[in-house]
């Protein structure tokens, strides 16, 4: 294992995924009902700030249990995704680019635990406009 896996410590949460039967429905709970500030809509997915963590709604398939998921925020997904791999845990996609807003870009990578569960990063990178 390479120094830098070795280093890896995740130590922030970014988002917290909540995947919802009825996107529309959601978004006005979460925004009118409980006063969340609503940042946007795209994709079948639905972001609200929650000062330094953002929470997510996605629109749950058919055959999709309603589900809560963590987003580990690191500072270079590259490396934090591959030290993870390199340690045993399970890949499920690898970091690829998720959102573009201006001069920022978000980045997603998916893993899961020993039971299956989603262990996503997130990493937001500034970009030239």
């Not at 700030?49 to 058919?62: H, I, N």
């Not at 690191?74 to 890949?91: C, E, F, H, P, S």
């Amino acid at each position: 294992m390479s120094a830098a896996a070795h280093d890896l410590k995740i130590t922030r949460v970014g988002q917290i995924g909540i995947m919802v039967r009825n996107l529309d429905q959601a978004v006005e709970f979460y925004r009118d009902k409980l006063g969340m500030q609503h940042l946007f809509t795209a994709g079948g997915m639905a972001f609200f700030s929650l000062g330094e963590v953002r929470l997510m709604l996605g629109q749950a398939g058919s055959e999709d249990p309603s589900t809560t998921f963590l987003y580990y925020r690191v500072d270079d997904i590259d490396a934090a995704y591959q030290a993870l791999k390199a340690r045993g845990v399970t890949a499920i996609e690898a970091p690829e680019l998720a959102h573009h807003a201006g001069n920022t870009e978000l980045w997603l990578a998916i893993l899961k635990d020993m039971d299956g569960n989603v262990l996503a990063l997130m990493c937001e990178k500034v970009v030239a406009a």
